[in-house]
């Protein structure tokens, strides 16, 4: 429109207590996450004539948004009050009433006091409620609306739990009632298990964060919404276990429904969920792959063969479910083999454990018991986004035992150049390095350097109570190969896990 008609506009809009602002009309939006510039922005002033009445916002939502976001504040002098709820074209989608001062929905999941759903396009409303404006009281508004036109990672935290870079603790892989996890009721009898019960077991084992990985599911995220500012130690990532007749895999970050359903064990079928997963900036770990696939574990064993080199970020190399059966963390049903096929042919691939949980209230004595292993990420901050860094970093260790306090970190120096796990040494044909390992909460145990796959009987070494240690200089050969570190008990048991370094040629 032109100058002179939009400021008729707005002057027209301003006595009806309205003004609109745009970003742009069909400009991208910036995730609501980030604060970044809003969509639309409603702004307007309500008097004492609004007073004991509803005032509604209109706004038309395009075609195509996946995710809409209200961010409302309004001045409270004199003690006003405006209380706020939302319609869409077709339905009532919620009231939040003063309770909220902002909202946010998407077709999984939405702000306590709203539905998610479908996001359709057309005439919407925030509705203002004034059960409070004084006489001569004049309270400004302003609603800023964020849309997001695609799937993207979604935080169901406003902030970071902690700003603070460091490691954090938690469980990959667990389930509850929205597919096949089980808890016992107040009568004792097993019932498909709620979404707040598996969170209460993982904030009272002291973990800072899970991932509830339902089956297939996009159920639970919507509950781990609601549930995240309630539990504000513990942060919920979205996740969910693409469970098909070829294998499971693990898809974290994204709420987007992904279609799990292959026709057969082949890439072509494969790439449909795993690429709309990377376009949503997910992270897809290859689940206990070493498993049988039968009538025992159906679809459990990785039977995909012809993956492109990358497609996998991680792979689940410890299971908790597997050590139950098979009383050891390193059986050859576990993700070893599989791990080091993928890192033989190249590929950076961190390694992860998860407790495979289908019983929160599973003792933690029990092996496979929620949390048991914990897998340790080193994050820049705990959020979603941290965590999915840190994973993709390979800075990263599985605790079996899911302790509170081990420590597991390799480090590998030549020269100016400086790795810790997950990052890469360029070295020529006779150039060494350096390596010290940091291991603590391990009362005493032996260390373990492991090669290209392999342990190295050279390197390794017995220690007692917290060490720093430093092992035989690594020396090039002008070839690629990965080193790593597990540490072992008194009788050989395997304690903790650690990810790689990987040496590559200088050029």
């Not at 032109?2 to 069909?26: D, I, N, P």
């Not at 299971?319 to 190249?346: C, H, I, V």
């Not at 019983?359 to 018991?369: K, S, V």
């Not at 979603?384 to 420590?407: K, N, Q, W, Y």
Request: hydrophobic content about 40%; proline content about 6%.
């Amino acid at each position: 429109m032109g100058k002179r008609f939009a400021s008729a506009f707005l002057a027209l809009s301003c006595a009806f207590g309205l003004s609109v602002a745009t970003a742009g009309a069909q400009a991208p939006a910036t995730s609501a996450a980030d604060a970044g510039a809003p969509w639309r922005v409603l702004e307007g002033d309500l008097g004492h004539d609004r007073f004991e009445h509803y005032t509604e916002l209109p706004f038309d939502l395009p075609p195509g948004v996946t995710r809409v976001t209200i961010r409302f504040t309004y001045d409270r002098a004199q003690h006003s009050v405006i209380d706020l709820g939302l319609r869409d074209p077709q339905r009532f989608r919620g009231w939040g009433g003063g309770a909220h001062d902002h909202m946010t929905l998407s077709t999984e999941d939405a702000t306590q006091g709203y539905l998610p759903g479908p996001l359709p396009a057309g005439h919407w409303n925030l509705i203002l409620g004034a059960p409070n404006i004084r006489p001569g009281a004049k309270a400004h508004y302003q609603a800023q609306i964020f849309i997001e036109r695609k799937p993207t990672i979604t935080e169901f935290a406003d902030a970071p739990l902690s700003s603070h870079p460091g490691w954090y603790r938690g469980d990959l892989h667990m389930h509850s009632g929205d597919s096949d996890g089980h808890c016992r009721s107040q009568a004792g009898k097993s019932v498909s298990c709620p979404v707040y019960r598996v969170v209460e077991t993982a904030a009272a084992r002291g973990l800072d964060f899970i991932a509830l990985t339902d089956h297939n599911s996009t159920a639970h995220f919507n509950a781990l919404r609601e549930l995240q500012p309630a539990f504000d130690k513990l942060l919920l990532v979205p996740g969910r276990e693409i469970t098909t007749f070829w294998g499971h895999s693990n898809v974290f970050g994204p709420t987007d429904v992904l279609d799990f359903r292959m026709g057969s064990p082949h890439w072509d079928q494969a790439r449909r969920w795993i690429d709309a997963a990377h376009a949503e900036g997910g992270i897809v770990s290859i689940n206990h792959p070493g498993a049988p696939s039968g009538e025992i574990c159906m679809g459990c064993g990785w039977r995909v063969d012809d993956l492109p080199q990358g497609v996998a970020d991680a792979v689940e190399v410890v299971n908790g479910g597997t050590m139950r059966e098979t009383g050891a963390a390193d059986s050859p049903l576990q993700g070893f083999a599989y791990w080091n096929r993928l890192l033989k042919s190249g590929a950076h691939v961190t390694g992860i454990g998860g407790s495979d949980s289908h019983e929160a209230d599973r003792p933690l004595t029990e092996a496979g018991a929620l949390g048991m292993p914990t897998t340790v990420v080193y994050m820049p901050e705990l959020s979603v986004h941290g965590l999915l860094a840190g994973l993709r970093s390979g800075r990263v260790f599985i605790d079996v035992e899911s302790t509170h306090d081990r420590i597991l970190n390799l480090t590998a120096k030549a020269g100016p150049q400086q790795a810790e796990m997950g990052g890469t040494l360029r070295l020529r044909a006779g150039d060494s390095a350096d390596l010290a390992v940091e291991v603590k909460g391990v009362s005493s145990g032996t260390l373990q350097l492991i090669v290209d796959g392999e342990s190295d009987g050279a390197r390794r070494v017995a220690f007692a109570g917290d060490a720093s240690l430093s092992l035989s200089p690594w020396r090039a050969d002008g070839r690629a190969h990965w080193l790593r570190a597990d540490v072992r008990d008194a009788q050989g048991r395997l304690l903790l896990v650690g990810n790689p370094i990987y040496i590559a040629a200088a050029r």
